[in-house]
T-cell receptor, first 114, second 115 residues
Framework: GDSVTQMEGPVTLSEEAFLTINCTYT??????LFWYVQYPGEGLQLLLK?????DKGSNKGFEATYRKETTSFHLEKGSVQVSDSAVYFC?????????????FGQGTTLQVKP | EPEVTQTPSHQVTQMGQEVILRCVPISNHLYFYWYRQILGQKVEFLVSFYNNEISEKSEIFDDQFSVERPDGSNFTLKIRSTKLEDSAMYFCASSDGLAGGETQYFGPGTRLLVL
């Protein structure tokens, strides 16, 4: 079945370091891809998305490119801040036969130290 | 910015008791969802709801679970007879479309603990 796999966490970085969180997916067809973020004590918030191959989603300095050939959607940020500390979830949603269901990866905890 | 709200934020219940988790989706949204996250595990889809009926449900969503939109604003998840393994964070979400890129907006969650 359809699935999303993320790199294991936690990821611990110093402020201003470069961030990559890997995400790969398995799905029939070409799903839409999402990154959600969960700050402590809050719900899931959409960070960025891409709906077709080679699309790049970006927001708040984060970027991810939809790579069909490697079935990946890795999250990157050039210079992380302490305020980026959160749990990051990669997710997919099918476009056909779709009821809107999101399929999530297991989440990756990011801790940024000053 | 409009937001999805959920009540209560925390609930503790005894095994076998019924619980109702409440959600107020964003007002002009038509598609509603429940997800859950057992501690340390993935966020899992439970059910989607559109036009006053379930459009998809997962294997987790058995006869002990039900959803309802009792009025124009609330969306509820009922667990009829809770089990220990129902302990999890439950998230409600809503969206205004299905074409592919529409954002699902999530509430802050209800943490359910079954003793």
């Amino acid at each position: 079945g359809d699935s999303v796999t993320q790199m294991e966490g936690p990821v611990t970085l110093s402020e201003e370091a470069f961030l990559t969180i890997n995400c790969t997916y398995t799905a029939t067809g070409y799903p839409s891809l999402f990154w959600y973020v969960q700050y402590p004590g809050e719900g899931l918030q959409l960070l960025l998305k891409a709906t077709k191959a080679d699309d790049k989603g970006s927001n708040k300095g984060f970027e991810a490119t939809y790579r069909k050939e490697t079935t990946s959607f890795h999250l990157e940020k050039g210079s992380v801040q302490v305020s980026d500390s959160a749990v990051y979830f990669c997710a997919l949603r099918k476009k056909s036969g779709n009821t809107g269901k999101l399929i999530f990866g297991q989440g990756t905890t990011l801790q940024v130290k000053p | 910015e409009p937001e999805v709200t959920q009540t209560p934020s925390h609930q503790v219940t005894q095994m076998g008791q019924e619980v109702i988790l409440r959600c107020v989706p964003i007002s002009n949204h038509l598609y509603f969802y429940w997800y859950r996250q057992i501690l340390g595990q993935k966020v899992e889809f439970l059910v989607s709801f559109y036009n006053n009926e379930i459009s998809e449900k997962s294997e987790i969503f058995d006869d002990q679970f039900s959803v309802e939109r009792p009025d124009g604003s609330n969306f509820t998840l009922k667990i009829r007879s809770t089990k220990l393994e129902d302990s999890a964070m439950y998230f409600c979400a809503s969206s205004d479309g299905l074409a592919g890129g529409e954002t699902q907006y999530f509430g802050p969650g209800t943490r359910l603990l079954v003793l």
